[in-house]
């Protein structure tokens, strides 16, 4: 939420082949075992630095992809780039840095098996999930 007088929007998240996790505007934990790769929303603001850390330490991919820095400028971009790295570095997370323009090959070693999703793919934030509000 980001403040009691603005509505909360419908979030849906996406597994993509089984491997990456996009978890739209929200810090909604899967069920089951960890994706290969997520993407982490770095910035917003219905988020902050403490939730991006929890939410990066308690899915615990083998890689994580930032995602949601649009409002961030470079000195910005820089703290919470090296925040999140720290944080993901300490729980065995390699923390993938994509700048406009770049592209990563993803090649998964863990697929998702288990998460449960709604009949058009997207995660839900009504399954059962766990939020971090720092």
Not at 39 to 46: F, I
Not at 66 to 89: C, Q, S, T, V, W
Request: proline letters at 8%; aromatic letters at 6%; glycine letters at 8%.
């Amino acid at each position: 939420m980001i403040h009691p007088n603005i509505p909360v929007v419908e979030n849906n998240g996406y597994i993509v082949d089984g491997l990456i996790y996009h978890p739209g505007d929200s810090f909604v934990v899967p069920s089951g075992s960890a994706p290969d790769t997520l993407l982490v929303p770095l910035n917003a603001p219905w988020n902050k630095m403490a939730e991006m850390v929890d939410f990066v330490t308690a899915v615990r991919p083998r890689q994580a992809i930032p995602i949601h820095d649009g409002l961030l400028n470079e000195p910005g971009m820089d703290l919470y780039r090296k925040r999140a790295g720290m944080f993901a570095r300490r729980h065995g997370v390699n923390l993938e840095i994509l700048d406009v323009g770049d592209s990563v090959v993803v090649e998964g070693e863990r697929p998702i098996t288990n998460i449960e999703a709604a009949d058009d793919g997207a995660f839900h934030d009504a399954l059962d999930v766990q939020h971090f509000n720092g």
